[in-house]
């Protein structure tokens, strides 16, 4: 069995009747290098912001055994041997259901770090057999049909993990710019918001009881990102509040965005150690801020903004209106 990327990615893929439904549609994102397509709906957003979306928790997610080996074939071919194992003591939080703009509730399982590794990274790869050099097995098939429809998040083979990001200002007004290490798996090397990552499930298993709404889940996870990769003091207290989700491009994860509030200035942050990539002040508005300094980051260096950050700003646009 051998695998290679894909050349025949379906590049223009068409929405289900269920994603038109719920408002969704396809947008573009060019960062100068290349232009990349994401699903968002407007009104699913606006639902997100105003409404708490209850939890129902269903059992842990496997990996279909139809797909189980190319799987962890594409693994091994990514990253050398792979024992399942060594995942074992990082889990994440799936969505297996369909958001709308009437959506009350959302279904999530647990799902272990393997399974998406195994899955939201199998996307671009095909796999051929060696002796006929037929394709097998596409891993796109995780995430649409032949036909380049999309699959709803309810009826995809994938987990959904939940992409949990944040863009956060200080009270002084600058915007904290995170930049991921050129050796990061996703988006080397490029700009990000101020904390971006895939939602745990420390992040749904509090201390004193479980979450019980999806903008728990994300909002605990971003903000604990924000923490970690940008080095915020203890003493530095956040209000987060959740401004929408979009499908990006690798996997179609659903990656949700949210906008903070932090208690102490960009002054006081440096002095207790705080290590964003950049203090961004902000001349106008925040989001028009953002977008002009994604704009001449891509013009100075194409492919140098990631889409997360893209999508954080348009966000901030929407909210603002």
Request: net charge negative; hydrophobic share 35%.
């Amino acid at each position: 069995m051998s695998v290679e990327l894909s050349n025949t990615i379906q590049e223009n893929p068409t929405l289900s009747q269920t994603d038109l439904n719920a408002g969704y549609e396809i947008r573009t994102y060019d960062d100068g290098a290349e232009t990349l397509s994401f699903i968002t709906s407007d009104s699913v957003n606006r639902h997100l912001r105003l409404n708490d979306i209850e939890l129902v928790e269903t059992t842990p997610y496997e990996i279909p055994e139809r797909y189980a080996r190319y799987s962890q074939i594409m693994l091994e071919h990514q990253l050398g041997q792979v024992n399942k194992e060594a995942y074992a003591n990082h889990r994440v939080v799936g969505i297996v259901s369909d958001l709308t703009k009437d959506s009350k509730t959302v279904t999530i399982c647990l799902a272990e770090y393997y399974d998406m590794l195994a899955t939201f990274y199998s996307f671009p790869y095909v796999y051929r057999n060696d002796e006929t050099h037929a394709v097998e097995f596409r891993g796109s098939s995780y995430i649409y049909n032949d036909f380049g429809v999309v699959y709803p998040m309810s009826t995809n083979f994938g987990i959904n993990p939940i992409g949990a990001n944040t863009i956060a200002i200080t009270k002084d007004g600058k915007i904290l710019i995170q930049k991921q290490s050129n050796d990061a798996r996703t988006n080397p090397g490029r700009l990000m918001p101020s904390g971006s990552g895939v939602a745990s499930w420390h992040d749904y298993e509090y201390q004193d009881g479980r979450a019980t709404t999806l903008q728990q889940i994300v909002i605990h996870g971003a903000e604990y990102k924000l923490v970690h990769e940008c080095m915020l003091p203890d003493e530095c207290t956040m209000k987060t509040k959740m401004l929408g989700m979009a499908r990006v491009p690798t996997g179609l994860k659903p990656d949700f965005y949210c906008f903070t509030s932090l208690s102490m200035t960009s002054d006081e942050l440096k002095a207790a150690g705080a290590t964003p990539y950049e203090f961004l002040p902000i001349e106008d508005e925040a989001s028009t801020t953002l977008r002009r300094y994604i704009a001449q980051a891509n013009e100075k260096n194409p492919s140098s903004v990631a889409l997360q950050l893209h999508l954080e700003a348009i966000l901030l646009a929407e909210v603002c209106r």
